[in-house]
């Protein structure tokens, strides 16, 4: 199961693999209108960090075009959606925010960021920036809103694409011994930990297809295993 809604592509990918995947969203994404330091996107010089892609799509539904971003970001996912966007704008990328905060730090001209995201963004990677002198602006474009369900079947797997849902999907559910949990990155992963002593994989750079290959890869090993 998914906890996340998939494109067609992504389905038809797990289903050729001849793996049975069902998707049930346990977050909703509430994008925000006329926030003001979006526009300032277009006419500013400015050093923007998203660490959600959700956060680049708020942005981008404001926004057309910006010159003068100079955008670091956490997973390929969020990377690929500044490109459709914005052009090659990315000056750093890594699989976790706390590695994004570091790596920037070793820029000694970045004095100051904008970090565009949602509402329960997490606070590694502000409090590091702002620990060592650097000023951060933050700016919520998105709100995110659980939706947990019920859950009636038991699956063999469960993916995970953010803390967020890990919450929402433990605050109804539990998981059987034998469930294997994918996470689609660090902080996804450490969430699950605090919730159950399941078998966790996670991805070793964060992004949904790569965790869909990742999903298949296991147990594709799996069956063959058995064979």
Do not use: W
């Amino acid at each position: 199961m998914s906890t996340a809604a998939l494109a067609e592509p992504l389905i038809k990918k797990v289903t050729d693999a001849g793996i049975e995947i069902e998707s049930m969203p346990f977050i909703k994404v509430e994008y925000l209108s006329d926030v003001p330091e979006i526009k300032e996107c277009a006419r500013k010089k400015m050093t923007a960090v998203f660490t959600s892609s959700n956060a680049v799509e708020a942005v981008a539904r404001q926004i057309e075009g910006a010159e003068d971003l100079k955008i670091y970001c956490v997973g390929i996912s969020t990377a690929e959606l500044i490109k459709k966007h914005f052009g090659d704008k990315v000056a750093g990328i890594t699989n976790n925010a706390r590695e994004l905060a570091k790596l920037m730090l070793e820029d000694k001209e970045i004095k100051e960021v904008t970090f565009f995201c949602g509402d329960m963004r997490r606070d590694e990677l502000p409090g590091l920036l702002k620990q060592n002198g650097v000023a951060v602006k933050e700016v919520v474009v998105y709100n995110t809103i659980l939706s947990p369900v019920k859950v009636e079947k038991e699956y063999d797997a469960v993916l995970f694409f953010s803390p967020s849902a890990v919450e929402s999907f433990f605050s109804l559910n539990t998981v059987s011994a034998a469930t294997v949990l994918f996470a689609i990155g660090d902080t996804t992963s450490a969430a699950l930990s605090e919730k159950t002593t399941n078998t966790i994989i996670a991805c070793e750079r964060p992004g949904k297809k790569l965790l869909i290959d990742q999903a298949i890869a296991y147990y594709t090993k799996t069956k063959q295993e058995l064979a």
